[in-house]
């Protein structure tokens, strides 16, 4: 671990309120409904779309429970659910929870193994797509 104060900074961040929401710190349980959802803020990809970021951020400004419950339906209730919320959602409030979630992605990028090389892949290495850079 490279800076404890950015470790503790990260683990005790509590999210940052957008609009009427709150886009959530990366917990385990959030990171596991990332990672199930194969978000871009986990694997790195870069999306083509800004809809294709609906279902990461749908599942930072919502409860873990509720995305597993929804998962359980499958992946594609999930998105269904996801895009449904993203249509009331206007598009200045979904880039700056997108920018508060690629924030949040450093900060956990940071602290985790991933983090300590500059050519890693995830929330870090992806800082470019959420400006379209």
């Not at 503790?8 to 409904?33: M, Q």
Request: glycine share 10%; aromatic share 4%.
């Amino acid at each position: 671990m490279k800076n404890p104060q950015r470790a503790l900074d990260a683990i005790t961040a509590s999210g940052k309120p957008v609009a009427s929401y709150t886009v959530r710190e990366i917990t385990l349980g959030l990171a596991g409904v990332l990672e199930k959802i194969m978000s871009p803020l986990v694997t790195g990809r870069k999306p083509e779309h800004i809809i294709e970021w609906a279902p990461s951020l749908f599942a930072m400004t919502h409860s873990t429970a509720e995305c597993e419950k929804l998962l359980a339906g499958g992946r594609k209730a999930f998105e269904a659910a996801a895009y449904a919320w993203a249509d009331t959602v206007p598009l200045a409030e979904a880039k700056r929870m997108l920018d508060s979630a690629m924030e949040a992605g450093k900060r956990l990028a940071e602290v985790s193994d991933e983090g300590e090389d500059d050519t890693s892949e995830g929330a870090a290495g992806n800082a470019g797509a959420a400006t379209g850079g």
